[in-house]
């Protein structure tokens, strides 16, 4: 069985400040790792994964991911948060010998300017 | 290149009816997944096609049924629509069993009344 479980149902930083949100997981092999977001009424879109090899994994729109193996963890981070990242982000998680993705039930970012 | 796209965007059916919906896989995709996303919560794995033959099913009942095209392409079916089935679904394409991330189309919007 596989889960994800993301902590803060909301994060809320100001403009220009670090934005970190949390993942934890759980599978029952080795991992892949994913982060997408969600802005309102539209699908998912990718932001980055974890496959294998180093830790920090760096994305798109200035987002990166550390896996921590020992802690079970993939938290989502950016150095410098923008109005325009308030959305809603999902970790996701797949077993390398499973098919389907397991989603977090997400977290709202908002930024304030 | 197109990405993947779904259709339609919006539907509404009543209590007890059928409901088809339709998914284009990103070009250069063979795999297509359909996810169930309720409001507030993450995506839930339905299933997963791969070459016009369904692979793996989440915990979804036999009312959802799924069909995959020799061009790729996927249909999602629910019969006997009940209340709850009201929700987002989204369509996810990738390319065969390797570590890519999937892509996710814009959803469509099932309502039943």
């Known amino acids: 069985a596989q889960s994800v479980a993301q902590p803060e149902d909301q994060v809320n930083v100001a403009e220009g400040n670090p934005l970190t949100v949390k993942c934890t997981y759980s599978?029952?092999?080795?991992?892949?790792l994913f982060w997408y977001v969600q802005y309102p009424n539209r699908g998912l879109q990718f932001l980055l994964k974890?496959?294998?090899?180093?830790?920090l994994v760096k994305g798109s729109y200035g987002f990166e991911a550390e896996f921590n193996k020992s802690q079970t963890s993939f938290h989502l981070k950016k150095p410098s948060a923008l109005v325009s990242d308030s959305a809603l982000y999902f970790c996701?998680?797949?077993?390398?010998?499973?098919?389907?993705?397991?989603f977090g039930a997400g977290t709202t970012v908002t930024v304030r300017a | 290149d197109a990405g993947v796209t779904q259709s339609p965007t919006h539907l509404i059916k009543t209590r007890g009816q059928q409901v088809t919906l339709r998914c284009s896989p990103k070009s250069g995709h063979d795999t297509v997944s359909w996810y169930q996303q309720a409001l507030g919560q993450g995506p839930q794995f339905i299933f997963q096609?791969?070459?016009?033959?369904?692979?793996q099913r989440g915990n979804f009942p036999d009312r959802f049924s799924g069909h995959q095209f020799p061009n790729y392409s996927s249909e999602l079916n629910v019969n006997a629509l009940l209340l709850g089935d009201s929700a987002l679904y989204l369509c996810?394409?990738?390319?065969?069993?390797?570590?890519?991330?999937?892509?996710f189309g814009q959803g469509t919007r099932l309502t039943v009344v």
């Open positions: 974890y496959i294998t090899g180093d830790n």
């Open positions: 996701a998680v797949r077993d390398i010998w499973d098919y389907k993705l397991s």
């Open positions: 096609y791969y070459e016009e033959e369904e692979r």
């Open positions: 996810a394409s990738s390319f065969r069993d390797t570590n890519t991330e999937a892509f």
């Open positions: 599978v029952s092999g080795n991992p892949y």
